[in-house]
T-cell receptor, first 111, second 113 residues
Framework: GQQVMQIPQYQHVQEGEDFTTYCNSS?????IQWYKQRPGGHPVFLIQ?????EVKKQKRLTFQFGEAKKNSSLHITATQTTDVGTYFC???????????FGQGTELSVKP | EPEVTQTPSHQVTQMGQEVILRCVPI?????FYWYRQILGQKVEFLVS????????KSEIFDDQFSVERPDGSNFTLKIRSTKLEDSAMYFC???????????FGDGTRLSIL
C-alpha cells in the first residue's frame, strides 16, 4: 500500500543549529501537508504544498516539495527551544482524502 | 479561529466496555475523520465520513467500531467492546473539502484497563 517514510526519527540539536527532516512517498502525491505535534498535544497544521518544486517559507521554516511530487523537506534555521516537538509530513491517499502520515521526526533542542 | 473540539479529554474504561468519543468539527466543514495514535507512534487513519456515510475505513476499523453524526454538529466514534490494544490517543479531524488541510482536535486519551 501507499507509504510515507520520514527520516530521521530523532534529531537532537543545540539551540541555534539548523534542522532538516525529509519525507518520501511511495507514490506521487497531489499535495503534501506538514504538521507539528508538541509533547502531549495534537497535530497542528503548518503548511500545505501543492505544486511541483514548490518552496514556501514561514519565518525560520522552509518547506520544499520535490519536482516529482514524491518527496518533501522541512528545514528550520537557527532552532529555538520553542521548536521542540515531532514534525509529521502527511500525504492524501490516492483514492480519497485520508492522510497517510510519516513516522515523524522528533526534534529536541538543547538550550 | 474555529477549532475542532473533542470530549472527553481522557477516558478510562474497563476492557469489554463500550466507549463513545465525541467530536464537534468546524462548523462549515464537510469531511470528517478519526485517527488514532498509539503512544510514541505515528498517526493512523481510522475512518472518513462524508455526506452522512463512511467514505473510507482502514483495517483497524473493524466491526467493533462505528461512527455517527447524530445531529448537525456532533461526530462520534463508538467502540463497542474495548480491548487493551485500543488504548491510544484518538483524534478527530475535519476539512472543508477533500483537498484542503485537515484540522485536528486536541484528542481523547483512551485508557483500557
Amino acid at each position: 500500500g501507499q507509504q510515507v517514510m520520514q527520516i530521521p526519527q530523532y534529531q537532537h540539536v543545540q539551540e541555534g543549529e539548523d534542522f532538516t527532516t525529509y519525507c518520501n512517498s511511495s507514490t506521487t502525491l497531489s499535495n503534501i501537508q506538514w504538521y507539528k505535534q508538541r509533547p502531549g498535544g495534537h497535530p497542528v497544521f503548518l503548511i500545505q504544498l501543492v505544486k511541483s518544486g514548490e518552496v514556501k517559507k514561514q519565518k525560520r521554516l522552509t518547506f520544499q516539495f520535490g519536482e516529482a511530487k514524491k518527496n518533501s523537506s522541512l528545514h528550520i534555521t537557527a532552532t529555538q527551544t520553542t521548536d521542540v516537538g515531532t514534525y509529521f509530513c502527511a500525504g492524501p491517499d490516492n483514492q480519497g482524502g485520508k492522510l497517510i502520515f510519516g513516522q515523524g521526526t522528533e526534534l529536541s533542542v538543547k538550550p | 479561529e474555529p477549532e475542532v473540539t473533542q470530549t472527553p479529554s481522557h477516558q478510562v474504561t474497563q476492557m469489554g466496555q463500550e466507549v463513545i468519543l465525541r467530536c464537534v468539527p468546524i462548523s462549515n466543514h464537510l469531511y470528517f475523520y478519526w485517527y488514532r495514535q498509539i503512544l510514541g507512534q505515528k498517526v493512523e487513519f481510522l475512518v472518513s465520513f462524508y455526506n452522512n456515510e463512511i467514505s473510507e475505513k482502514s483495517e483497524i476499523f473493524d466491526d467493533q467500531f462505528s461512527v455517527e453524526r447524530p445531529d448537525g454538529s456532533n461526530f462520534t466514534l463508538k467502540i463497542r467492546s474495548t480491548k487493551l490494544e485500543d488504548s491510544a490517543m484518538y483524534f478527530c479531524a475535519s476539512s472543508g473539502t477533500q483537498d484542503q488541510p485537515q484540522h485536528f482536535g486536541d484528542g481523547t486519551r483512551l485508557s483500557i484497563l
